[in-house]
């Protein structure tokens, strides 16, 4: 038998607020997290050098807000933001997806890099590699 330690941080985390910043840069925020900043359509990203924390405030539209992309048919409330110009130039890791809990201070949306954040892995199954001996399309 092969047995694989179930790792909780995984998991969903239900109805408390998370962030992931994915490969690519790019932040979903789960429901309960867009929740907390008044479910803005648009924002501003902020970056605090000296503490490695990324800020999240609702703006009105301006050369500096980012649109928030509500995912149509989701049951959890996904939101995208798309900040790969933002994650590059504060050299912001992005080389594995990973989940942070943000807080809420002062009306900014806070993500610390330097704290607890779990890996996450897509659900998607990677793609199957040919059988030995077989031809490659």
């Known amino acids: 038998m092969a047995f694989e330690v179930f790792n909780k941080r995984?998991?969903?985390?239900?109805?408390?607020?998370?962030?992931?910043?994915?490969?690519?840069?790019?932040?979903?925020f789960n429901g309960a997290a867009h929740k907390l900043i008044d479910n803005a359509e648009t924002v501003e990203l902020l970056f605090d050098r000296?503490?490695?924390?990324?800020?999240?405030?609702?703006?009105?539209?301006?050369?500096?807000a980012y649109q928030i992309r509500t995912q149509p048919k989701s049951r959890t409330g996904l939101t995208l933001l798309s900040a790969s110009a933002f994650t590059q130039y504060?050299?912001?890791?992005?080389?594995?997806?990973?989940?942070?809990?943000?807080?809420?201070?002062?009306?900014?949306?806070?993500?610390?890099?330097?704290?607890?954040?779990?890996?996450?892995?897509?659900?998607?199954?990677?793609?199957?590699s040919p059988k030995e001996g077989s031809p490659t399309p």
């Open 10 to 28: 995984v998991a969903p985390l239900g109805k408390e607020p998370s962030v992931t910043i994915q490969k690519r840069g790019i932040f979903s």
């Open 50 to 64: 000296e503490n490695n924390i990324i800020g999240i405030r609702p703006a009105t539209a301006s050369p500096n």
């Open 90 to 128: 504060y050299g912001i890791d992005t080389s594995v997806s990973r989940r942070w809990r943000p807080t809420l201070k002062e009306g900014i949306l806070c993500i610390d890099l330097n704290g607890d954040s779990a890996e996450v892995h897509g659900n998607r199954k990677p793609a199957a």
